[in-house]
């Protein structure tokens, strides 16, 4: 039995399309860790968008004025922001905390400014636990300290 011409044309352009299928099919097993890994990082990209995160400071204006500034550098906006002092508050005046918070909103890249006395006695780390919601939870906690 003798192959004629065409016989050995379809043979090359069988094994033309077997080599396109199999390194077809590498190409895209080789693929599959970085989609997974794509996806990871478009998830967790996703679920920044709905956080918020609420940050504290003490900022000194001049030679005896302090500010505590409380922040949000999160992406998303916060909402029903509190402060609360586990230990003491011997830093921010009472009537200054009652005045301002709950915050209804601190949306991103805001913040809110609270008057701070210090004196000599006043303790040089104060520790305060910050809480709100966000699109993400409605019970977000974070612990800071502000020191002088």
Known sequence: MMMEFSDIISL???LIAALSLGMNFWFNWRQIPLLRHSLKKSQAEALEEKKADIGAKVVKLGNSKYRVKIFNRGKAAARNV???F???NGLIPDQE??????MEVLEQHDSVDLIAHVHMRTPRKHA???KWADDHSDSNEKPSYLTL
Request: hydrophobic share 50%; net charge negative; aromatic share 6%.
């Open 12 to 14: 090359i352009a069988l």
């Open 82 to 84: 509190q402060i609360e």
């Open 86 to 88: 586990p230990d003491s």
């Open 97 to 102: 905390i009652r005045d301002k918070f709950p």
């Open 128 to 130: 305060v636990l910050l």
